[in-house]
């Protein structure tokens, strides 16, 4: 069984509509990319270390950014939220660590 993330055709319907028009050049496969892109970020993965299933790697991160600064998601998590109202429960990872190199003599 694959760990990969895979959005369904439903859930990419719900956020197809906040996708920029595409100019030119029709843009790869929506679903293989930002599938990618969400198990990149999920996983807490270099972009380099997505699976090749997902694509040039190259794309995944050129997309991420190139839509972050477009601001396309956050209109996605807006619409999302206002779809579905407020959430029962909100959930903060206060994680916060130090890494010195003089704790690597240690």
Known sequence: MSDQFWLSEEQLARIKPNFPLSHGVPRVDDRKIISGIIHV??????WR?????????????????????????????TALVEEEGPPDRLMID??????????AAF
């Open 94 to 103: 206060a994680t916060h660590l130090k890494a010195h190199a003089r704790l």
């Open 41 to 46: 970020i999920r996983n807490g993965l270099r």
């Open 49 to 77: 270390d997505a699976p090749a299933d997902y694509g040039p790697h190259k794309t995944l991160y050129n997309r991420f950014i190139r839509w972050s600064k477009m601001g396309v998601f956050d209109r996605i998590f």
